[in-house]
């Protein structure tokens, strides 16, 4: 099955940059759509980003538009979110999820990345 390690997580003061890594294995690494959830205290999960299994189309969340940009790399299996000028809202644990390509959902996920974003 597929399994989805993150790293790159850290202590960041506001309007810093951090770069989130995926390592992908397990199946087929170009036949998943990639996405990047957050899950800050006391709320609920929420979408970040996407790109799809070609890199051809990218998807942000609003609150992130014009500061993250996500990338993936079939020939590494890996999926970055590259993250500037941070916020504390930007404060949560950062999930990998990994969905393939025709399936509704994401079902695959990793363990999760904190990233903190002080003031």
């Known amino acids: 099955q597929v399994q989805l390690v993150e790293s790159g997580g850290g202590l960041v003061q506001a309007g810093g940059s951090l770069r989130l890594s995926c390592a992908f294995s397990?199946?087929?690494?170009?036949?998943?759509?990639m996405g990047w959830f957050r899950q800050a205290p006391g709320k609920d999960r929420e979408f970040v980003a996407a790109?799809?299994?070609?890199?051809?189309?990218?998807r942000y969340a609003d609150s992130v538009k014009g500061r993250f940009s996500i990338s993936r790399d079939n020939a590494k299996n890996t999926v970055n979110l590259q993250m500037n000028s941070l916020k504390p809202e930007d404060t949560a644990i950062y999930y990998c999820?990994?969905?393939?390509?025709?399936?509704?959902?994401?079902?695959?996920w990793g363990q999760g990345t904190q990233v903190t974003v002080s003031s």
């Open positions: 397990g199946r087929t690494f170009s036949s998943y759509d």
């Open positions: 999820a990994g969905r393939l390509y025709g399936a509704s959902v994401f079902g695959s």
């Open positions: 790109v799809d299994w070609s890199a051809g189309s990218r």
